[in-house]
């Protein structure tokens, strides 16, 4: 970079012109380019995201609940300088107008975020702080490394870590009533 010169600020209409398949996210007005997880996590993330969204699928289905889940890759658009793609996203009924044609234009109601070495920090710490800044309620980091999940919910602006279950403890949603992720399912 020359001396003076400026950083790009980047927005929203740079990052959906980008291809699709790019595995970018929009954080800070930044376009960052996001690793898969490390080869050896990748197929124990698979497995943990694929579990959770079948149980939480099934769950929805057996209960009349009619809120959406979605799965990486999906678009969520918090503001034009942030949009990430969390591993797995629940929007209630009530809220479904926030999902357009191609992304999720606003905070979903529950985002669940699984763990890998290279995105915990950035799980835990900038798309945490991110997340409770724009309102979604229930923030749920599963941790297939540890074998664990921890829970936050969104009280008065702040999360407040409401639960933390290891393998096979159960962490029952505050936000899906009836609904409780089975560690020893996730883990086995």
């Not at 595995?23 to 993330?45: A, G, K, R």
């Not at 079948?54 to 009619?66: H, R, T, Y």
């Not at 763990?115 to 710490?125: E, G, K, P, W």
């Amino acid at each position: 970079m020359l001396l003076g010169e400026k950083k790009k600020r980047y927005t929203i209409e740079d990052y959906m012109a980008l291809p699709e398949g790019g595995n970018y996210q929009l954080i800070e007005n930044d376009l960052v380019l996001w690793n898969s997880p490390e080869p050896s996590s990748q197929v124990v993330h698979q497995i943990v995201s694929g579990r959770v969204f079948i149980d939480l699928v099934s769950f929805l289905n057996q209960s009349g609940n009619k809120g959406i889940i979605m799965y990486a890759p999906i678009d969520v658009r918090f503001d034009d300088g942030y949009t990430y793609q969390p591993d797995i996203v629940y929007v209630s009924e009530k809220r479904k107008k926030i999902i357009k044609s191609s992304e999720v234009n606003g905070a979903p109601d529950m985002i669940i975020e699984i763990l890998s070495v290279s995105s915990a920090y950035v799980d835990l710490r900038e798309k945490k702080d991110i997340y409770e800044k724009h309102g979604v309620k229930e923030y749920i980091i599963i941790d297939p490394i540890m074998e664990n999940a921890e829970l936050y919910a969104l009280e008065n602006n702040v999360y407040q870590l409401k639960q933390k279950a290891l393998k096979p403890q159960q962490l029952p949603s505050l936000i899906i009533p009836g609904f409780s992720f089975d560690l020893g399912r996730l883990f086995r």
